[in-house]
């Protein structure tokens, strides 16, 4: 079936704008991931989802980030007022299984957030 | 806090030229290590997964190995193409995070 899926690919806001940024991941996988990847780095944990339940959050970096997936589906990675030190590529990762780390994680193609 | 570095940052070989890249981290106690290939403008692709209680994986021209003790793993990729340019990535998991390295960005020149 289809891989992982982000909307929008790109995204240019002004400083003090928020921003949504959704992910579809693999029908069926129980496990999703938040990533934030700064321009020559590599990806950064930002927050983990088993169905709905928001498991671990420890890697947002302030309090403007937001993330949801209510329906254990679909989620949604919210930053509010919008700084320049937030632009970088956001990657949604899931899995299959809910034990995080015995499972390969597939990668969406990332959306890249540009603040001006 | 795991540290995860990568080295070289960036290799230009031959096509046809075997090649090593190299991983290392600052905590043993993991649970497994992936190496990742990104292609620009993409997300990530996992190459190999391998175990902690594991000591290699293959999959086609590539190898992975780890060295858990002396916090290492190398990725061997036999007689390189062209298209086997990208940057590839290794991350480990540590506890309930996953921490990745800054990257070892391949060209192959034809």
């Known amino acids: 079936g289809a891989g992982v899926s982000q909307s929008p690919r790109y995204k240019v806001a002004k400083r003090g704008q928020d921003v949504a940024l959704r992910c579809d991941p693999i029908?069926?996988?129980?496990?999703l991931f938040w990533y934030q990847q700064a321009l020559g780095q590599g990806p950064e944990f930002l927050t983990y989802?088993?169905?709905?339940?928001?498991?671990?959050k420890s890697g947002l970096p302030s309090d403007r980030f937001f993330a949801e997936r209510p329906e254990g589906s679909v989620s949604t990675l919210k930053i509010q007022r919008t700084q320049q030190e937030d632009s970088a590529v956001y990657l949604c990762?899931?899995?299959?299984?809910?034990?995080?780390?015995?499972?390969?994680?597939?990668f969406g193609p990332g959306t890249r957030l540009l603040v001006l | 806090k795991q540290e995860v570095t990568q080295i070289p940052a960036a290799l230009s070989v031959p096509e046809g030229e075997n090649l090593v890249l190299n991983c290392s981290f600052t905590?043993?106690?993991?649970?497994?290590l992936q190496w990742f290939r990104q292609d620009p403008g993409k997300g990530l692709t996992s190459l190999l997964l391998?175990?902690?209680?594991?000591r290699e994986q293959t999959s086609g021209r590539l190898n992975a190995s780890l060295d858990k003790s002396s916090g290492r793993s190398t990725l061997y990729i036999a007689a390189s193409q062209p298209g086997d340019s990208a940057t590839y990535l290794c991350?480990?998991?540590?506890?309930?995070?996953?921490?990745f390295g800054t990257g070892t960005s391949l060209t192959v020149i034809p």
């Open positions: 990762a899931s899995s299959l299984e809910f034990e995080r780390y015995q499972e390969t994680q597939y």
């Open positions: 029908s069926g996988h129980v496990s």
């Open positions: 989802f088993q169905n709905e339940a928001q498991l671990d």
């Open positions: 905590d043993s106690a993991i649970y497994n």
């Open positions: 391998i175990q902690s209680s594991q």
């Open positions: 991350a480990v998991t540590t506890g309930n995070q996953f921490y």
